[in-house]
């Protein structure tokens, strides 16, 4: 195997993604590994950091367009791309994953507040002990 590459399934491993996963989002271009002479996928660590951004992105409902928006955002800047209508764009998803973390956060207070109502309803309706 080459230096510094790794095959699908160590990648799978270390991210916590499924190898179907990782599958799709080569066949949805998000990332593109190189290919050994007998076709196994080889990833080196640009391919798992762009892994592991979309697999943050994706519980947050993003969109595979969005993906590879952002993608495409933090490539050219790592590559020295001085446009700088790339940062204005980095902050506009900087915004939307902090508001997006904010319903999240919302929802799961939510949640807990429900889940305290339920336990108070069960214990309420907790027939009384005979003997007690």
């Not at 993604?17 to 949805?28: A, D, G, M, N």
């Amino acid at each position: 195997m080459a230096e510094g590459l790794v095959q699908i399934g160590e990648v799978a491993e270390w991210l916590g993604l499924s190898l179907r996963t990782i599958r799709h989002y080569e066949e949805v271009g998000l990332v593109v590994p190189e290919r050994t002479p007998g076709g196994f996928r080889l990833y080196n660590e640009t391919d798992i950091g762009r892994l592991a951004l979309v697999k943050r992105m994706k519980p947050l409902g993003f969109s595979l367009e969005e993906m590879r928006d952002l993608l495409d955002i933090t490539d050219r800047i790592a590559a020295g791309d001085d446009d700088p209508t790339l940062l204005g764009r980095l902050h506009l998803f900087e915004r939307a994953v902090a508001d997006r973390a904010e319903r999240l956060r919302e929802q799961l207070a939510m949640a807990r507040e429900f889940a305290e109502q339920l336990r108070r309803q069960r214990l309420a309706a907790r027939p009384p002990r005979v003997g007690s």
